[in-house]
């Protein structure tokens, strides 16, 4: 115990044990760590190469199963029975051709193929090119041939869309859960499917390959799929668990390899695993489920990892052991060498506290006993300087430590006597190599320092100079003891950070300011070019506040008549007609919205001017909107155009109902004309006045209604939106040209389905638009007895009308065209070839859309569809 206790009391014995100890430990742990960094790495490379090669072995034996199965079933297509068989007529299974079918020669020679592999097939059909079965080695007729799952691949395959040999997905037999595999064979003649050999084949030879893979305990293979289901395990039922994905991104792979998972989907962390593709899943696209097959290895990382940590036991104990070995003798060599070190420290001890008188009796006849004879010199001398000493050592350390700067002082023949640690620092020299020496190395330039110690009245003398990496300010000066110099001193400072500062100050600001005028140069440049953009515009672009005065116009508002300047300053509405209350504005100002709409503006002629501006909010850094940019685009003359188009197609179309609209009046008057003879005749019986003069009245009311509708049809309209039923609308269209489908002896069928409804609609230019497309129809219709169809219904949130004709149909190269301007396929002076563009133009601007399918001596069929803006309901 009192051992124990001294040892604790003396530090260099402790010291002395404490490094022995840390001498053998260091070892130890460094031959640990480099032991399992080492031997880890080169176990999970050998590991990793080994799995990954019982992988891919294991994948060339998969490989090697499937390819024997599809040779040996490949062989049966080179039969003559198989062959003849599937030439030959054969009566339907189910219909009488039952035991011809099981009973002929091909049968028989599957029935001969199973029976040698009778480990392998459960049943073999061969069926010829339709699908018929012509042959099986079902004897019981227990399996007819049913096409279910690969129904899609077997016609590909007879209709000669694929002449690969197809495989199932692995299945599972109901009754005794074997797994099952089905194959087809097409049967190929002169480059012709004649037919295909279909078979299911257990494949318990795969099954026991996975499970003969037995590494230790725990390792094991598996057969998995490119969905990460778990095809075959010896350890969990068929597919019943999967892999994770991040696995599965591992294991995918065009070839062998092996890897570190996080999870091996069998509860090991951080395992290794081996993997390889099974080839022959990569052949066969529309085969094994359209999934490729892997072989995945593995073996729980307890058991892979457990020679190494077997290894790291054994010397983790070696080191206890040796640790215990080397503290003992530490404990032994501390107090052999420790007892006259301690000896020398309590003198030492007593000497520094002021006992001179104090010496040492040390005999071990080595250095330690010389140092106590010196010891005990150097005790006797100290007692005549103690003094003298500690009054010079008190100034200097005082002047040493209160100075912040490093000082080296020298003596009269320039050597140096005192450096205190700032100069060490500075200069990066350690004071044991400089005391002594000469001090002008220590300056920058020494011959210079020597001359002006020379000449005190130089003196003091100041450079900068560069030590290393550091830049030091240096200040020589002479130590005068009255009018003799008995040394010199020399300050430096070091002023590395304040030099590289002011470097990197000056560098930032030339920096600074090249950036500066580059990025002006730029900004100028931006600015003019996009300037240049708006003001060479060809639409007129503004800027208005939220006011809706003009803050910016560009040079086009100058085609309006006004000059910039005379706008900017002014509200936008007083350039709009006074029709427009703004609302659009007040929408995008508000709420933010884009808008692309219609306006009237009066220019400076006091002229009405269409315009559609399409207009943008701007908003600042906080997101609240402070302007609006607008680009206005000036399409009076497109409207005018269109205008024009619209009543040249409105003319043409009368001219196209002239014929029927003079019999639709010659029949009534025709009629009128017999009543007013037989009234002049007979005018004076009161039966023939009261029978004729209704007839009158009748024609003059027909002739009055075709009149009125031509009159109505020939006006100019505006969109007009109001109540109407859209069923209507057509019957009554249907009138205008009821004469011209008569005359061509036309089949009118009509299949109306809105006529309970009434929808917001513009009555004038939708009659127009059906219009153009049933004459157009009629026009198509060369041969008498045709069929024109016209249907209406209603869907979500449109109603469609659907124009079919049985006429010559438009050519394909046509109907891209058949909606511009002036374009037509028909005879001159039969058409203007605006009716379908004016239509297309008209639906547009109602929102909808026409569409055209067309078949050449087939007809056509126009669909017109429009949104549909239903009455509301009143209760």
Known sequence: MNILENFRKKSIRRNLVSTMVIVGLLPLVLGIFLISI?????????????????AKETADKVNIILH??????????????????????????????????????????????????????????VTDKNGILVATSDTKNQNKPIFQDDEDVVKDILSGKSN????????????????????????????????????????????????DVQIDETGHANLVDSEGSIIMCP??????????????????????????????????????????????????????????????????????????????????LSGIIMVAILS???????????????????????????????????????????????????????????????????????????????IIVADEENKVIIVNPTAEEILDVNKKHILGKSIFPCHGKPERVGELIKQPDKMPWFTT??????????????????????????????????????KELKEYSEHLEKMIEDRTKEIKETKDYLQNLLENANDVIYIVNRDGTFTYLNQKIEDWGYKKDELIGQSIFSILAPRHEGKRFNRSIKDGIKQIYEVEISNKKGEIRNVVISSSPLKDESGNITDLLGIARDITEQ?????????????????????????????PLGGMQNCVRTLNTDGNDEDVRKKYIPLLEKGLNRIESVIRNLLDFAKEHQFEFSPHNLDEIITETLKLVEYKIKERNLELKLDLNTNSKKFILDYNHLQQVILNVIINAIQAITDSGGILTIKSMEERDELVVAISDTGIGIPQENLSRIFDPFFTTKDVGTGTG????????????????????????????????IPKKQIPSVN
Not at 97 to 102: F, K, V
Not at 166 to 172: I, K, N
């Open 328 to 406: 003992t003798l530490g404990i032994y060599a501390a107090n052999k060498i420790g007892k006259p070190i301690l000896l020398l420290k309590e003198g030492a001890e007593l000497i520094g506290k002021g006992n001179f008188e104090h010496r040492l009796s040390i005999d071990t006849g080595d250095e330690i006993s010389s140092l106590a004879i010196e010891f005990n010199k150097m005790a006797g001398r100290l007692t005549g300087l103690y003094s003298e000493l500690s009054e010079e050592k008190n100034t200097l350390e005082s002047i040493l430590l209160s100075v912040g700067d490093g």
């Open 38 to 54: 080492g031997s880890t790495k080169v176990i999970r490379n050998s590991i990793g190469a080994n799995f990954k090669e019982i």
């Open 164 to 211: 690969k040999v197809y495989l199932s997905d692995v299945y599972f037999d109901d009754k005794d859960g074997k797994p099952l595999i089905t194959m087809v064979i097409p049967l190929i003649e002169d480059g012709n499917t004649t037919g295909i050999i279909k078979a299911i084949l257990k494949i318990d030879t795969l099954y026991k390959i996975i499970s």
């Open 834 to 865: 605006l009716g379908l563009s004016v239509s297309y133009g008209i639906i547009e601007r109602l929102g909808g859309r026409i569409e055209v399918q067309s078949e050449i001596n087939r007809g056509t069929t126009f669909t017109i569809t």
């Open 68 to 125: 024997r199965e599809i040779d040996e079933l490949h062989n049966l297509t080179f039969s003559p029975d198989i062959r003849d068989a599937v030439k030959s007529p054969q009566p339907p299974f189910d219909k009488g051709g039952q035991e011809g079918i099981m009973g002929n020669q091909a049968s028989e020679h599957l029935r001969q193929f199973k029976n040698h592999n009778k480990e392998e097939y459960i049943v073999i059909y």
């Open 465 to 502: 100079s560069t030590i290393g990496e550091k830049t030091a300010e240096i200040v020589a000066t002479s130590i005068k003891s009255g009018e003799k110099t008995i040394g010199s001193v020399m300050v430096v400072r070091d002023v590395t950070v304040k030099k590289k500062m002011e």
């Open 235 to 316: 350890i969990f039922p068929p597919r019943s668990h999967s892999i994770d994905k991040s696995l599965m991104n591992l294991i995918i792979s065009n070839e062998p390899g092996w890897a570190v998972a996080a999870d091996d989907a069998h509860g090991g962390i951080d395992s290794i695993i081996g993997f390889a593709p099974v080839k022959l899943t990569y052949d066969f696209d529309m085969s094994f489920g359209k999934k490729k097959w892997f072989i995945f290895v593995r073996q729980h990382p307890d058991e892979t990892y457990s020679p190494i940590n077997r290894l790291l036991l054994l010397v983790l």
């Open 639 to 667: 409207k005018r155009i269109q205008h024009q188009m619209n009543r040249t197609e409105k003319l043409a179309a009368i001219g196209q109902l002239a014929t029927g609209i003079a019999h639709e009046i010659n029949n």
